[in-house]
């Protein structure tokens, strides 16, 4: 006995449509950012790897953007996710600017917005594959944020995301202080982005580091840490852990 199914060829399509707009799966991804306030506003650290998987496939990627007047953005995970998440803070903040009333969204009203849009998201099963930091200051006050991709938040002193989590936020804990320099703050973003770079396959040696200050949002050029590679647990990096394969 043969069954014949009716199928609407429209609908077809738009589920296909439809389907075809979430990320089921990163393909493209970047690793840790590491933020910390300092004496005169924000620092943010990332390199500039793009991962399509395993493999380092792009080495030219760019996670750290200035938004608006008074904010830094910095992304870990699906690159074209992030590029989604900066037309919508562009919408934002070009709105924000037609109203032309002299004020002007801050770091706080901005991770607000980007806390929403991703729970938002994550409650129709279409997240964007991002974890994000949110750094930057208005009237003389630092701030410092991160939401994850299921709309978690929270703030903080200092932030790190992805491998750096596990290995860069103990070195934060025991040096940071809200007195740093600069100088000195640039120097400690350095060390966890080089113990990174030893310990983090989806690292890369290049980096930038961008600052967020009453005067605006730097970004330096991309640049490389001097490593070296001779410590003895390097040599042999399998000692002590045999198994039976």
Known sequence: MTFTIPIDNGDAVKNAEADSQRT????????SIVAIKYKD????????????GSTLRYKNIERVK??????LLGASGEISDFQEILRYLDE????????????????????????????NRRNKFNPLWNTLVLG?????????????????????????TGFGNHL??????DEWHADLSFEDGVKLLEKCMRVLLYRDRSAINKLQIAKITEEGVTVSQPYSLKTFWEFQAFHNPTAGAEGSW
Do not use: C, Q
């Open 24 to 31: 089921l799966y990163p393909y493209v991804t970047g690793t």
């Open 168 to 173: 860069a936020r103990p070195i934060l804990r």
């Open 136 to 160: 930057g200051i208005k009237n003389g006050e630092s701030y410092l944020g991160m939401v994850s991709m299921i709309g978690v938040s929270f703030e903080d002193n200092h932030i790190a």
């Open 92 to 119: 934002l903040i070009l709105n924000d600017n037609m109203w032309d009333d002299g004020n002007s969204l801050g770091p706080k009203e901005v991770h607000n917005y980007l806390t929403r849009v991703m729970y």
């Open 41 to 52: 506003g924000v620092l943010m650290a990332s390199d500039m790897g793009g991962s399509y």
């Open 66 to 71: 200035a938004i608006g007047k008074h904010s």
